[in-house]
C-alpha cells in the first residue's frame, strides 16, 4: 500500500501561500466562521500568516467555532497506564525497549481493579487506556479481560462508563474483539507524517512499519469502530507540514468510510527520561506556533473534538481552551500504578514528564471560574450516537439538545458526590446560568427535572 499524504502537494502548498494577501486571508476566517471547515490550501494560508492581527483574528474566530459547537462544556477524562514495557524504540519515548534505567511493569488486573477504584473516587466517568506495546504481556487477551475488569469495577459513587483506548495498531480480528469489549474510541497517532523523520524517530519494533501505522484507522473502521482519534507529535518535525498531512488524515478517512476522526489529539514532546531528543526537540513548537494550529484545526475540522493533554502546563492549557480543545485529562499519571500506589516512586519511570500537576478538583475550579461547565457525560456512546451518526447530529448544532443539558447534569452530580463547599457554590451558578441558555422550552424543562432528581438522589441520567 502507498501512503495517502501527498507530500509534494503539500510542500507545493506552503511555499504558494507564503504571502497571501490579508483580503484573502479574511475571506478564509469568514468561512472558517461559518463552520464549512477549511480546504487544503486555506488551512496552509493561516498556517503561513504571520501578521499580528490577523492571528489574532484567527483566534477570536476559532473560539466563536468552539462556542457555537461546543458551548461552555468541557470533557473531562483521565489516563490509565496498563504498562510501562515496550518492544518499540522510539526515540522520545521513556518506554523505550533500550531504556532499561527506569522500572518497568504491567498491572494485574487486581491493581487494575485498585487503579480504577481510585479515579472513580476522583470523579471519573471516562477513562484513557494507555500502553506499550508488548505483545507477549499486554496483548488483545490482556486488554479484553483489563477492560472487562474496568467497567466491573463499582464504587459507593458509581462507576466508570466509558473506556477509550490509545495502544499498539492490531489486526482487523484484534479491532474487532476491541469494539466488542464496548470501548469508546481508539487512538493512534500517527507522530509524524514525514516518512523520513518517521523512520529515524522509530529506528525498530513493529512501529518503524510508517504504512501499517498510517493505514491502523483503517483497519479499525474496518472492524467496526466508527470513532477513531489521531494526532501528531508535534516537535519531530515542521509543525506546518504536520497539520496540513493530518488535515490530509482526515479526508482519507471521510473519503473511505463516509466519517472523518472522533477525536484529533495534540500531544507536544515533553521530557522524558534517557531520551535527549525529548529534551531537545529537532523542531519544538512555540507556545505561539501551537496555539495557532489549534486555532487553525478548529477552523478546518469544527466539529471534531480536540484533545489537550496534562503535558502542557495550567496556565497555557487554559488558554488553550478558549480557541478549540473540547477534552482536556486531569491529575494525570504516566506510569502503571500511578494512582494507587502510595509512594511517588514511579514518578521518574512515567513516560513523561507532566506540565499541568493540580488535582481533578483543582482543574475543576480553575475552569468553572473561565466560565466552563466540566462534563462527565458518556451518553453519546451509550445510546449509539457514534461515528457517521454522532457527526448527523453534531453537524447541525443537535448535539447542543444532548451535550449542555448532559454536561449540567453530570457536573450537578460531580458537584453532590466529589464538590467542596466552594466549589459547589460557583458551580451552582454556572448550572443556573447554562440552564437559563437553553433556548428550546421543552429541552429546559426536561433538564431541570432531571437535575430536581439528581439532586433526590438520581445518578447516571441522561438524554
Ligand atoms: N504505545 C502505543 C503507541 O505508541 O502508539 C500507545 C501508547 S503511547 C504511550 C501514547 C503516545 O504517547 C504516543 O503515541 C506518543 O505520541 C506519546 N508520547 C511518547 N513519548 C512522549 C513524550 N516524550 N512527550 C509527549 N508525548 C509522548
Ligand atoms: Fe512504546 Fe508507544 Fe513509547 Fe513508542 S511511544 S516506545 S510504542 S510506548
Known sequence: MDSFIPVEKINTLLKRTRDVPLRDINSIIQKGI?????????????????D??????????????????????????????????CINSCLYCGFR???????????????????????????????????GEDPARCGIDYIERAIEVIYGTRTEVGGIKRVNINVAPMSVKGFQRLKSTGI??????????????????????????????????????EAGIDD????????????????????????????????????????????????????????????ESFKKL?????????????????????IFRDELLNIGISQISANSKTYPGGYSRKDNSGNS??????????????????????????????????????????MDYAKPGQIQRFCLPNSLLTFKEYLLDFGADNLQKAGEAIIREQLA???????????KKKLKEVEEGGRDMYF
Open 349 to 390: 519511570s512515567g513516560q513523561f514528564l507532566l506540565g499541568d500537576k493540580r488535582t481533578t478538583s483543582e482543574v475543576i475550579n480553575d475552569i468553572s471560574r473561565h466560565g466552563f461547565t466540566p462534563s462527565f457525560c458518556t451518553a453519546c456512546y451509550r445510546v449509539g450516537r457514534t461515528g457517521r451518526e454522532f
Open 97 to 131: 525497549r533500550e531504556n532499561r534505567v527506569a522500572e518497568r511493569n504491567v498491572l494485574t488486573y487486581e491493581e487494575v481493579a485498585l487503579e480504577t477504584e481510585v479515579l472513580i473516587r476522583d470523579g471519573h466517568k471516562r477513562l484513557l487506556l494507555v500502553a
Open 228 to 287: 477513531v482519534g489521531m494526532g501528531v507529535l508535534f516537535g519531530l518535525y515542521d509543525y506546518r507540514f504536520e497539520t496540513l498531512a493530518l488535515l490530509c488524515h482526515v479526508r482519507h478517512l471521510e473519503g473511505e468510510f463516509g466519517v472523518g476522526p472522533h477525536t484529533i489529539s495534540v500531544p507536544r514532546i515533553e521530557p522524558a527520561s534517557n531520551s535527549p531528543i525529548s529534551k531537545h526537540p529537532p523542531y519544538k513548537v512555540s507556545d
Open 184 to 221: 469508546g474510541t481508539y487512538q493512534l497517532f500517527q507522530e509524524t507524517y514525514h516518512q523520513p523523520t518517521y523512520r529515524r524517530f522509530h529506528p525498530a519494533g513493529p512501529k518503524s512499519d510508517y504504512i501499517t501505522r498510517l493505514f491502523a484507522l483503517d483497519c479499525a473502521q
Open 437 to 447: 441558555s437553553i433556548k428550546d422550552q421543552k429541552i429546559r424543562s426536561a433538564t
Open 294 to 314: 489549534v486555532a487553525i484545526l478548529r477552523l478546518a475540522v469544527p466539529y471534531t473534538g480536540m484533545i489537550l493533554s496534562t503535558r502542557e502546563d495550567a
Open 34 to 50: 461559518s463552520l464549512k471547515g477549511l480546504e487544503l490550501e486555506e488551512a496552509a494560508a493561516l498556517l503561513q500568516c504571520t
Open 52 to 85: 499580528k492581527e490577523k492571528v489574532n483574528e484567527i483566534y477570536c474566530a476559532a473560539g466563536s467555532v468552539k462556542e457555537s459547537v461546543y458551548g461552555k462544556r468541557l470533557v473531562l477524562f483521565a489516563p490509565l497506564y496498563l504498562s510501562s514495557t
